[in-house]
């Protein structure tokens, strides 16, 4: 969630050129900021939604699927760890709650390396473009990349390991075979008992 409030690009600094030094701006999903040392940091939202580029516009329906499987996935996994007493004689319930929570997590962190990875992408492509003027902007990796790429991992790799932690674990047989077993002891018992001859 805090991916749509951080830099993901920032201004390069132009050798070439002597005007804006006392600014730096940076781009986000959903604003861009100028930061000055006299005025301090002016943020506007974006005006349009079909205005941005398209790795903007798809990095925000990612970003916000992202965080609504990522929750979806930590309330699964959650409901399935073995510490809660809730439904703790469903062992099979449990294990399948844990295996759709890792399923949950491990595409909420794809969801999250596919924009940051894409638009790291055409930051460089627009870097090194000498087809652009001297006097556009470039610009650089922002904050909201690097911790993107961390946090995805992190996602991916959690939702691997619940993943593999649940499938490992052997499953517990059936309930309702121990009650039909138990039945039928009880009932061979009760037969027992009335066949034998009194002394």
């Given at each position: 969630?805090?991916?749509?409030?951080?830099?993901?690009?920032?201004?390069?600094?132009?050798?070439?050129?002597?005007?804006?030094?006392?600014?730096?701006?940076?781009?986000?999903?959903?604003?861009?900021?100028?930061?000055?040392?006299?005025?301090?940091?002016?943020?506007?939202?974006?005006?349009?939604?079909?205005?941005?580029?398209?790795?903007?516009?798809?990095?925000?329906?990612?970003?916000?699927?992202?965080?609504?499987?990522?929750?979806?996935?930590?309330?699964?996994?959650?409901?399935?760890?073995?510490?809660?007493?809730?439904?703790?004689?469903?062992?099979?319930?449990?294990?399948?709650?844990?295996?759709?929570?890792?399923?949950?997590?491990?595409?909420?962190?794809?969801?999250?390396?596919?924009?940051?990875?894409?638009?790291?992408?055409?930051?460089?492509?627009?870097?090194?473009?000498?087809?652009?003027?001297?006097?556009?902007?470039?610009?650089?990796?922002g904050e909201a990349l690097f911790l993107g790429w961390f946090a995805g991992?992190?996602?991916?790799?959690?939702?691997?390991?619940?993943?593999?932690?649940?499938?490992?674990?052997?499953?517990?047989?059936?309930?309702?075979?121990?009650?039909?077993?138990?039945?039928?002891?009880?009932?061979?018992?009760?037969?027992?008992?009335?066949?034998?001859?009194?002394?």
């Amino acid at each position: 969630l805090w991916l749509r409030f951080l830099g993901w690009r920032v201004s390069a600094p132009n050798l070439n050129l002597e005007l804006n030094e006392m600014e730096n701006w940076t781009m986000g999903l959903w604003k861009s900021c100028v930061i000055q040392e006299e005025v301090g940091r002016q943020c506007k939202d974006f005006d349009s939604f079909l205005a941005l580029p398209a790795e903007l516009q798809i990095s925000r329906i990612l970003m916000s699927l992202s965080n609504g499987l990522g929750l979806l996935g930590l309330l699964a996994s959650g409901s399935g760890l073995d510490c809660l007493r809730l439904g703790e004689t469903q062992k099979d319930l449990k294990r399948r709650l844990l295996i759709l929570g890792g399923l949950l997590l491990w595409t909420s962190g794809v969801m999250v390396l596919v924009p940051v990875s894409w638009v790291a992408h055409m930051t460089v492509e627009e870097f090194w473009d000498e087809t652009l003027p001297e006097i556009v902007p470039r610009w650089e990796f922002g904050e909201a990349l690097f911790l993107g790429w961390f946090a995805g991992f992190c996602l991916v790799l959690g939702g691997c390991l619940l993943h593999c932690a649940a499938c490992s674990s052997p499953a517990p047989p059936a309930s309702g075979r121990y009650a039909v077993t138990g039945l039928q002891d009880h009932e061979t018992y009760l037969e027992n008992r009335t066949t034998q001859p009194k002394v």
